[in-house]
């Protein structure tokens, strides 16, 4: 079997919406990366950028399961001696309402630049209003 290289001027690339109130914080990163890969197009290759777009609206009422609220710790270091910044999940999501999901989602990428391209093909907003309507996204359900 040969792996099918698409050039980038015939990559179809379409447009998605994605409501995340109420949906558990792993369950929609998880298919928003499934997206943003390609995995769901026929023609998916693992070392291209193959996805589409994503727009997640309500990005600040996802919920996590259990303890998580106050278990789950991001950690951030300043890069200063003593730099290492720790907030739970109810902190973080109150001070930058979008950076749990994009963490999340960026874990779920892979590293390297073709992670940082995908992470450019999803916008991210806390609220229910979003600037992307001229692009026509479809919802997308899972």
Known sequence: MKTIFVKEHEQVRNWYIIDAAGQPLGRV????ASVLRGKNKAAYTP?????????????????????????????????????LRE???????QRK??????????????NGSLGRSLMKNVKIYAGAEHPHAAQNPKPLAF
């Open 97 to 110: 309402p979008v950076d749990p999901f994009r963490r999340t989602l960026a874990g779920m990428l892979p």
């Open 29 to 32: 990163a998880a298919k928003v």
């Open 87 to 93: 907030f739970s999940f109810e902190e973080l999501i």
């Open 47 to 83: 070392n291209q950028n193959m996805g589409d777009y994503v727009v997640v609206i309500n990005a600040a009422k996802v919920v996590v399961t259990g303890n998580k609220n106050e278990d789950m710790l991001y950690r951030h270091h300043t890069g200063f001696i003593r730099g």
